[in-house]
């Protein structure tokens, strides 16, 4: 995929991973901490995690793609961005895993098998930790992407030296 309507794809792609994946990472992050909106919020978590997992590979290779025409001038910006934007795909399949780990324990409880507390308490501290990390990991790379595109635009102007 190259573009979408005229528009590189991985600029309109982005802002999807950009929603998707703080907002499936808070529901996963509440569905660890409250039995009650997990009985009510799993699937649909899963299912955003799952959208995530399709999408953000998709935005990666749209990016890979937007560097590749030559059409953006090369600076260390855009390869940090690059760098960061590489674990991406790492991201998306954290909150698949922490999708899946919650998805198990509704499944568990829901079919009255009982669940060690331990156990329980272990999988909400994965999933926090990789939901968290989830959510720094598109700052980071959405932090380094907006220098890249806009660093000159956000960089304070330079006040004239005094002799």
Known sequence: ?????GL????L???????LVP???????LCALWPAARRRLVWLVAALAAVTLLVTPATVRAGEWLADTGKIDGSPQLDTHMTAGEYGVYMALALAAAATLLAGLHVAS??????????RMGIV???????????FAIHTIGESGAR?????????AESP???
């Not at 829901?110 to 156990?119: D, F, H």
């Open 1 to 5: 995929m190259t573009t979408i309507a």
């Open 8 to 11: 590189p794809a991985h600029v």
């Open 13 to 19: 792609l982005l802002h999807s991973v950009v929603v």
């Open 23 to 29: 907002l499936t990472a808070i529901l996963l992050i």
């Open 110 to 119: 829901a079919r009255e098998r009982s669940v060690a507390p331990v156990a």
């Open 125 to 135: 501290a994965v999933v926090i930790a990789l939901s968290g990390g989830a959510m």
């Open 148 to 156: 890249a595109a806009w660093g000159s635009l956000l960089a304070p």
């Open 161 to 163: 030296q005094s002799p």
